[in-house]
């Protein structure tokens, strides 16, 4: 995951600045690469040639442009590679975690790092749900007594994880949507469903982390 994490951050830096050397090309060059979708930017900017440029800024650009490509091609190689490895082992480690709905590779990994690496935050629910950022815990102001907030500690990539999965169910999964809908009609936020979905699949999923 970490190899992944950087891998895409090379990738989106590399995409970036093929975008900006777009913007500040000669004109008959921005002319044929603006306004292109990533994909298309990518396999035609790995065909330029140098050699063929009329002056030496057309000639920096197309070899600069060119380079980043190749490095976009090379790097979503790799992300494919990883991918593939990755998947391998949360099927052999979790596999039971990889089949609750909504949890994805990513999802899962960032669910069994943080598990892996905090092994004594899993001797219960309520110390998981700590360390993966949604223990509610009680509101500060007078005005809100007797209410929860969200614990905004914990480790950030679980937490995002446990928001991903309450997504895709929100969005693709009758039950949750009906409940998430049903809430929201009774005054709850958005934001506080959300919030309850999270602390509700940490109870879910910690039953399906591996232990030992």
Known sequence: MVAKRSARQARVKAIVQMRHLVITAPDQLRSRLKGLTVTALVAE??????????????????????????????????????????????????????????????????????????PERLHSEAAWAHLCGVAPVPADSGKNAGHMRRHNGGDRQANSALWRIAMVRIAHDPETTHYFERRVKEGRTKRDVIRILQRYIAREVYRYLPRG
């Open 45 to 118: 900017a790995s065909k330029l040639r140098s050699s063929r440029a009329p002056d030496p800024m057309t000639a920096a650009t197309k070899a600069s442009l060119c380079s980043l490509a190749h490095r976009v091609q090379a790097l979503d190689a790799e992300l494919d590679e990883l991918n593939e490895k990755i998947e391998a082992l949360l099927h052999a480690t979790a596999p039971d975690l990889m089949a609750r709905f909504g949890v994805g590779p990513d999802t899962a990994a960032s669910l069994l790092v943080a598990a892996g690496d905090n």
